[in-house]
């Protein structure tokens, strides 16, 4: 028996990064192992993946998954504009984009909202553990009120939900996940890789050395007593067909995405979310954040939504693929249009 | 006024001298009231006439009820640099016309509208009351548009005094208007009444005149905004990012109208282009960068302020080595300074933008016709080096229009630098990204989206190796930093080199930019003061053995800049410091162009 290929014969070992540098048992690890293993499972080229982050501890993980992929590790917050130009410039291009809630909740709010409301192509992972690592246990945007951490003592502000202001900014893809539940992660990262548009993806990655006790809802103790996945989740391929026995009505919702692959989410509980109504994504939200609740699963999703490239008009082929003919028009060109400004013609 | 039965022309008082073509007219209007149309019609009918022109906007931060001045210098020998006197006034802002007369010289001339009813309080001018309010009740344009058309007024009366070849203005009008028959009609019916209006009842009593020349033929009147947009169409610009700040807005709007024109794919009407307006200059240039790492052609344009927000991507992507090319149309700084006036305020700041031991190439275009030469070659310095090009225009340049012979096509094919295919890839059996294969401290880079196993790498503002990889290793921090600075020397040959003017004087200049029209002049000025210049013009930096031996070869060498510490000079000193003894900053910065005047007054105070 040979060693196990995907559909373009490559090894899962084709997909691994170098040696992670973060602590042991951090969330961001796993979630790096969900990429590489989502990457081998959906037959995706390493070439055709670009990795971005911004500054952070999440930051550092592109380093750690994805070795023959291109990656840029960019300035702190400013991932999205990285982003939005190297799949602009080159559209074919899959964007995997890691980031943290220092980079994104904070100092990159600006920018994480506008990538968002021009609908980049992007799978924007957001390792969110409430907590600055790299300069050693300050409070970051997203910690919850009222939280104590050894150093900075208790926080008294509310928290950013990164959910809530990707949605209004119109996300066309929202989704909150919890690294301690590999499955779900898995099958959220194939739908947005999937997915045309920007695609959110905040996951509660605890910090286990700074943010991991139990009073944090950002903790792997709280994250495994208390997650309440709104759906039980499976990404099914393009190639597969839908199993139509499986969709049992009012149970089972499959959401199509745009290159014919399928989403298909069975409710927990019948009455508690529809991801394609967004009035009831920002009532979900709200309610949770009320309730303490640690809801996970798809929250929102919009297949329809225009992408930056087809808001902005521009031609299937890749700007980087355009020959220096197609770059640079002809001496005729200029010549016409100097004619039409020069004296006295 | 009394009604003259000859024409004005004919009239002319015979005791003065005829001034032919070499004059400054001055209009006084009120921002937001239509003016610029009036004013860009006299200016391209006077150049029509082959007259020398040169037309500078002084123009408010506000988008209406200030104070505007528009000057139009006439040169029969064709200098262009900012004149400060005026011999014509067409006073037409009430709130400023006291200051403008007081302003005029003795023989000067005032037009202002009859409806003022104002004293004529200097007897050593010429007033010329012009009924506008009547001129233009009388046509019958809409009721809506007679404050856009009420400049035209002093246009058609203007044409009279000094002979302006009416035929010429409807041609200026048709440009202005790209040929639309019912503005040109309506304007031009306004200019024609009171031209006829001034003919039959004005008697000219000042020395003022135009005549046809044949010194603009074949050439074109346009701002640089316009021509460094149109240059980087020819260098194959495909992203452009950007956020709105004056004076450098007007450079993406033309980048969108050329772009739209000429890379529009003809067979599905889609661009092969995109142009984002990004949140702010730090999105701008990450775009920018993001795109130029990708492998497209990027840029951005900015101003001061905007160029502060790209500081810390700029170290990025000097220490990344990514290509992208930043214009930076330079305004009145600090702060928010004077956003409406030009200044050469930000040399050093671009030069070292960025933390740590940063430094970039940076061009200085003189003129239009450069600014369109810099547009195209900026890309290919930009991929060949690698790092982020900085382009210095400043507001005067920008936005003001300037007569330059016509735009010369690349003579060069694009450069697009050392990037490996998977071909190459493979017969090389990979590549170190920062490694200095070649001994010019360019690495080989490959773009994302290349197939094969081993194209990849991660570019990163983290200290790294010659692989790519993070590194803490003080070894891999200096032997990078001193690839860097190799690379940043055979920037030095790369750019374009200074423009050099000698014949043997003992002092020379050194200037760059758009302060060329003032040195020019100032240097014929001197001349004729009986003191020689020599005189080198920077056309871009980091300097090179050019401007040392220039120095060398001088006992004086004053550094010419519109800014207020001599930012210039400064840099020459500090990169030639056994030099800096004979190096001498003259520099000045009131928002306005420097003018000949200045210059060569402050040059006698030094030499005499």
Same mark, same amino acid.
């Given at each position: 028996?040979?060693?196990?290929?995907n559909?373009?014969?490559?090894?899962?070992?084709?997909?691994?990064?170098?040696?992670?540098?973060?602590?042991?048992?951090?969330?961001?690890?796993?979630?790096?192992?969900?990429?590489?293993?989502?990457?081998?499972?959906?037959?995706?080229?390493?070439?055709?993946v670009?990795?971005l982050?911004?500054?952070?501890?999440?930051s550092?993980s592109?380093?750690?998954?994805?070795n023959?992929?291109h990656?840029?590790?960019?300035?702190?917050?400013?991932?999205?504009?990285?982003?939005?130009?190297?799949?602009?410039?080159n559209?074919?291009?899959?964007?995997?984009?890691?980031?943290g809630?220092?980079?994104?909740?904070?100092?990159?709010?600006?920018?994480?909202?506008?990538?968002?409301?021009?609908?980049?192509?992007?799978?924007?992972?957001?390792?969110?553990?409430?907590?600055?690592?790299?300069?050693k246990?300050?409070?970051?945007?997203?910690?919850?009120?009222?939280?104590?951490?050894?150093? =900075?003592?208790m926080?008294?502000?509310?928290?950013?939900?990164?959910?809530?202001?990707?949605l209004?900014?119109?996300?066309?893809?929202?989704?909150?996940?919890?690294?301690?539940?590999?499955k779900?992660?898995?099958?959220?990262?194939?739908?947005?890789?999937?997915?045309?548009?920007?695609?959110?993806?905040?996951?509660?990655?605890p910090?286990?050395?700074?943010? &991991?006790?139990?009073s944090?809802?950002?903790?792997?103790?709280y994250g495994k007593?208390?997650?309440?996945?709104?759906?039980?989740?499976t990404?099914?391929p393009?190639?597969?067909?839908?199993?139509?026995?499986?969709?049992?009505?009012?149970?089972?919702?499959?959401?199509?995405l745009h290159?014919g692959?399928?989403?298909?989410l069975?409710?927990?509980?019948?009455?508690k979310?529809?991801?394609?109504?967004?009035?009831?994504?920002?009532?979900?939200?709200?309610?949770?954040?009320?309730?303490?609740?640690?809801?996970?699963?798809?929250i929102?999703?919009?297949?329809?939504?225009?992408?930056?490239?087809?808001?902005?008009?521009?031609?299937?082929?890749?700007?980087?693929?355009?020959?220096?003919?197609?770059?640079?028009?002809?001496?005729?060109k200029?010549?016409?249009?100097?004619?039409?400004?020069?004296?006295?013609? | 006024?009394s009604?003259?039965?000859?024409?004005?022309?004919?009239?002319?008082?015979t005791?003065?001298?005829?001034?032919?073509?070499?004059?400054?007219?001055m209009?006084a209007?009120?921002?937001?009231?239509?003016?610029?149309t009036?004013?860009?019609?006299?200016?391209?009918?006077?150049?029509?006439m082959g007259?020398?022109?040169s037309?500078?906007?002084?123009?408010?931060?506000?988008?209406?009820?200030?104070p505007?001045?528009?000057?139009?210098?006439?040169?029969?020998?064709?200098?262009?640099?900012r004149?400060m006197?005026?011999?014509i006034?067409v006073?037409?802002?009430?709130t400023?016309?006291?200051?403008?007369?007081k302003?005029?010289?003795?023989?000067?001339?005032?037009?202002y509208?009859?409806?003022?009813?104002?004293?004529?309080?200097r007897?050593?001018?010429?007033?010329?009351?012009?009924?506008v309010?009547?001129?233009?009740?009388?046509s019958?344009?809409?009721?809506?548009?007679?404050?856009?058309?009420?400049?035209?007024?002093?246009?058609?009366?203007?044409?009279?005094?000094?002979?302006?070849?009416?035929?010429?203005?409807?041609?200026?009008?048709?440009?202005?208007f790209?040929?639309?028959?019912?503005?040109?009609?309506?304007?031009?019916?306004?200019?024609?009444?009171a031209?006829?209006?001034?003919?039959?009842?004005l008697?000219?009593?000042?020395?003022?005149?135009?005549?046809?020349m044949?010194?603009?033929q074949?050439?074109?009147l346009?701002?640089?905004?316009?021509?460094?947009?149109?240059?980087?169409?020819?260098?194959?610009?495909?992203?452009?990012?950007?956020?709105?700040?004056?004076?450098?807005?007007?450079?993406?709007?033309?980048?969108?109208?050329?772009?739209?024109?000429?890379?529009?794919?003809?067979?599905?009407?889609l661009?092969?282009? =995109?142009?984002?307006?990004?949140?702010d200059?730090?999105?701008?240039?990450?775009?920018?960068?993001?795109?130029?790492?990708?492998?497209?052609?990027?840029?951005?344009?900015?101003?001061g302020?905007?160029?502060?927000?790209?500081?810390?991507?700029?170290?990025?992507?000097?220490?990344?080595?990514?290509?992208?090319v930043?214009?930076?149309?330079q305004r009145?700084g600090?702060s928010?300074?004077?956003?409406?006036?030009?200044?050469?305020?930000?040399?050093l700041?671009?030069?070292f933008?960025?933390?740590?031991?940063?430094?970039?190439?940076?061009?200085?275009p003189?003129?239009?016709h450069?600014a369109?030469?810099?547009?195209w070659?900026a890309?290919?310095?930009a991929?060949?080096?690698?790092?982020?090009?900085?382009?210095?225009?400043d507001?005067?340049?920008?936005?003001?229009?300037?007569m330059?012979?016509?735009?010369d096509?690349?003579?060069?094919?694009?450069?697009r630098?050392?990037?490996?295919?998977?071909?190459?890839?493979?017969?090389?059996?990979?590549?170190?990204?920062?490694?200095?294969?070649?001994?010019?401290?360019?690495?080989?880079?490959?773009?994302?989206?290349?197939d094969?196993?081993?194209?990849?790498?991660?570019?990163?503002?983290?200290?790294?190796?010659?692989?790519a990889?993070?590194?803490?290793r003080?070894?891999?921090?200096?032997k990078?930093?001193?690839?860097?600075?190799?690379?940043f020397?055979?920037?030095?040959?790369?750019?374009?080199?200074?423009d050099?003017?000698?014949?043997g004087?003992?002092?020379?200049?050194i200037?760059y930019?758009?302060?060329?029209?003032?040195?020019?002049?100032?240097?014929?000025?001197?001349?004729?003061?009986?003191?020689?210049?020599?005189?080198?013009?920077l056309? =871009?930096?980091?300097?090179?053995?050019?401007?040392?031996?220039?120095?060398?070869?001088?006992s004086?060498?004053?550094?010419?800049? &519109? &800014?207020?510490?001599?930012?210039?000079?400064?840099?020459i000193?500090?990169?030639?410091?056994?030099?800096?003894?004979r190096?001498?900053s003259?520099?000045?910065?009131?928002?306005?162009?420097l003018?000949?005047?200045?210059l060569?007054?402050?040059?006698?105070?030094?030499?005499?």
């Open positions: 028996m040979g060693t196990r290929v559909l373009i014969g490559l090894q899962r070992n084709d997909y691994k990064g170098g040696d992670s540098t973060l602590c042991q048992g951090c969330g961001h690890n796993s979630i790096s192992n969900q990429i590489v293993a989502v990457c081998y499972d959906l037959s995706i080229n390493p070439h055709d670009i990795k982050s911004g500054i952070g501890c999440s550092k592109p380093a750690y998954f994805l023959r992929s990656g840029f590790n960019a300035l702190h917050g400013r991932m999205p504009a990285i982003a939005t130009g190297s799949t602009t410039a559209n074919r291009l899959i964007a995997i984009g890691v980031s809630d220092g980079d994104t909740g904070s100092i990159g709010l600006g920018q994480f909202k506008h990538m968002v409301r021009r609908n980049v192509p992007v799978v924007y992972i957001v390792e969110n553990n409430g907590v600055y690592g790299l300069t246990g300050q409070f970051s945007a997203t910690a919850d009120i009222g939280q104590e951490l050894k150093y =900075a003592g926080n008294e502000l509310p928290p950013i939900d990164i959910c809530l202001e990707a209004a900014a119109d996300a066309s893809f929202v989704a909150r996940s919890f690294a301690g539940d590999s779900q992660v898995r099958e959220l990262l194939k739908a947005a890789i999937r997915h045309r548009g920007t695609a959110v993806l905040d996951i509660i990655s910090c286990v050395t700074f943010n &991991n006790h139990e944090s809802t950002k903790s792997y103790p007593a208390h997650e309440e996945p709104l759906q039980d989740i990404f099914i393009e190639q597969e067909p839908i199993i139509v026995d499986m969709m049992e009505p009012g149970q089972v919702q499959a959401v199509e290159d692959s399928h989403l298909v069975k409710k927990l509980d019948p009455d979310h529809d991801p394609t109504d967004k009035m009831a994504a920002f009532r979900l939200i709200e309610e949770a954040r009320e309730a303490n609740q640690f809801i996970t699963g798809l929102y999703v919009e297949e329809d939504r225009p992408t930056l490239a087809e808001t902005s008009h521009m031609v299937d082929t890749p700007l980087v693929h355009l020959t220096d003919e197609q770059l640079r028009p002809p001496r005729e200029l010549d016409r249009l100097l004619d039409h400004l020069t004296c006295c013609n | 006024m009604n003259v039965q000859s024409s004005p022309i004919d009239s002319l008082l005791d003065h001298q005829p001034i032919v073509n070499d004059f400054q007219i209009i209007t009120v921002n937001g009231s239509g003016s610029q009036a004013n860009t019609a006299i200016l391209r009918a006077l150049f029509r007259i020398p022109v037309g500078k906007n002084i123009f408010p931060s506000n988008i209406q009820g200030l505007t001045w528009f000057t139009i210098r006439l040169s029969k020998d064709g200098y262009t640099a004149r006197d005026y011999q006034l006073a037409m802002n009430r400023t016309a006291a200051e403008d007369i302003e005029l010289p003795p023989q000067g001339v005032c037009l509208p009859e409806e003022w009813q104002i004293q004529h309080d007897d050593d001018i010429t007033y010329y009351p012009i009924p309010k009547a001129l233009v009740d009388a019958d344009t809409p009721s809506n548009l007679t404050s856009y058309v009420s400049n035209m007024a002093y246009v058609g009366v203007l044409a009279t005094l000094l002979n302006i070849d009416m035929e010429q203005i409807r041609f200026a009008l048709d440009f202005h790209d040929g639309k028959a019912k503005p040109v009609n309506m304007n031009m019916a306004i200019v024609t009444a031209y006829e209006w001034a003919q039959d009842n008697a000219k009593t000042d020395p003022y005149m135009v005549e046809p044949d010194k603009t074949g050439m074109l346009l701002d640089g905004n316009s021509a460094g947009a149109l240059g980087s169409v020819f260098g194959g610009v495909s992203f452009s990012a950007w956020y709105p700040i004056t004076p450098s807005t007007s450079m993406i709007d033309s980048l969108r109208a050329y772009l739209s024109d000429l890379r529009t794919d003809p067979e599905t009407g661009a092969t282009y =995109a142009v984002v307006q990004a949140e200059e730090i999105g701008a240039i990450g775009m920018v960068i993001g795109a130029g790492w990708a492998g497209a052609r990027a840029m951005t344009a900015t101003s302020p905007g160029l502060s927000l790209m500081t810390e991507f700029a170290g990025l992507a000097y220490y990344a080595e990514v290509p992208a930043v214009w930076d149309v009145m600090p928010t300074g004077l956003p409406t006036r030009t200044a050469q305020g930000d040399v700041t671009a030069y933008l960025g933390h740590g031991d940063t430094k970039h190439p940076v061009l200085f003189r003129d239009v450069e369109f030469e810099f547009g070659k890309f290919d310095l991929e060949r080096l690698q790092t982020p090009i900085f382009v210095l225009s507001l005067d340049l920008g936005m003001n229009l300037w330059s012979e016509p735009f096509y690349p003579d060069t094919p694009m450069d630098g050392k990037v490996l295919t998977a071909e190459d890839l493979e017969e090389l059996d990979g590549f170190a990204r920062y490694a200095d294969v070649d001994g010019d401290g360019i690495g080989y880079r490959t773009l994302p989206g290349t094969h196993p081993k194209a990849a790498y991660l570019a990163r503002g983290t200290g790294h190796n010659e692989q990889r993070y590194s803490e003080p070894e891999d921090w200096v990078n930093m001193e690839r860097l600075n190799r690379k020397d055979t920037a030095r040959s790369l750019i374009p080199a200074p050099v003017d000698e014949a004087a003992e002092i020379g200049l200037a930019g758009t302060t060329h029209a003032c040195v020019v002049e100032a240097r014929d000025r001197l001349e004729a003061e009986g003191i020689a210049t020599d005189y080198l013009r056309r =871009a930096l980091p300097l090179n053995g050019v401007t040392r031996d220039f120095i060398e070869q001088h004086r060498i004053y550094v010419v800049e &519109n &800014n207020t510490d001599g930012q210039m000079a400064q840099i000193r500090m990169e030639f410091p056994d030099l800096a003894p190096v001498f003259l520099a000045y910065s009131d928002g306005l162009p003018t000949p005047r200045w060569t007054a402050a040059v006698l105070e030094q030499e005499r």
